[in-house]
């Protein structure tokens, strides 16, 4: 198994300023995964973090309003940009194994923008 | 593409109940499912998972089967306690779980004593 930590757990911020969200694993990981959670909503994929690469984005979701950097095996930031009310949710880290059919999550950042 | 369809809640229930969260899926190829549960004011967990179809996934008292024919993946529990209580999401992954998943829109549990 592995043990996901995120960094802040929760943030109040002003809109047109950005927050970085660091996210931890305990051990080496293949596949990392940032997601986001609108109140009351399900989660949906922003991007997948590449290691040592452009992280890949799901349609809707671009590097600049989110960039995402992922320097190794078991480090990766979602930065959120020039932050706007509606960007106010749960953003989650997750990551998994080649191996494994286990995704594992974080236990996410709460961002509220105002 | 890939989508998952839940039953909305919330869904309330007595303790001991039996518990059912409808699940179905779209999916191009032949994905792996899974239950995911977040409990109050905690991060998401795997409850369980199946990989190929008629396979049976359990956990906790839970139990949900792969149906590739209906496409389905119902959560069940023949008797819910109150520590049960949490919203539950179901999910696919097109190549085996380590890549990304596709939620369902979620359904909150809530046991009452």
């Known amino acids: 198994s592995a043990v996901i930590s995120q960094k802040p757990s929760r943030d109040i911020c002003q809109r047109g300023t950005s927050l970085t969200i660091q996210c931890q694993v305990d051990s080496q990981v293949t596949m990392m995964f940032w997601y986001r959670q609108q109140p009351g909503q399900s989660l949906t994929l922003i991007a997948t973090a590449n290691q040592g690469s452009e992280a890949t984005y799901e349609s809707g979701f671009v590097i600049d309003k989110f960039p995402i950097s992922r320097p190794n095996l078991t480090f990766s930031t979602l930065t959120v940009s020039n932050m706007s009310p509606e960007d106010s949710s749960i953003y989650l880290c997750?990551?998994?194994?080649?191996?494994?059919?286990?995704?594992?999550f974080g236990p996410g950042t709460r961002l509220t923008v105002t | 593409g890939d989508s998952v369809t839940q039953m909305e809640g919330p869904v309330t229930l007595s303790e001991e109940a039996f518990l059912t969260i409808n699940c179905t899926y779209t999916a191009t190829g032949y994905p792996s499912l899974f239950w995911y549960v977040q409990y109050p004011g905690e991060g998401l967990q795997l409850l369980l998972k199946?990989?190929?179809?008629?396979d049976k996934g359990s956990n906790k008292g839970f139990e949900a089967t792969y149906r590739k024919e209906t496409t389905s993946f119902h959560l069940e529990k023949g008797s819910v306690q109150v520590s049960d209580s949490a919203v539950y999401f179901c999910?696919?992954?097109?190549?085996?779980?380590?890549?990304?998943?596709?939620f369902g829109k979620g359904t909150k549990l809530t046991v009452n004593p």
């Open positions: 199946a990989t190929k179809a008629d």
């Open positions: 999910a696919l992954s097109d190549q085996g779980g380590s890549e990304k998943l596709v």
């Open positions: 997750s990551a998994g194994t080649d191996y494994s059919y286990e995704q594992y």
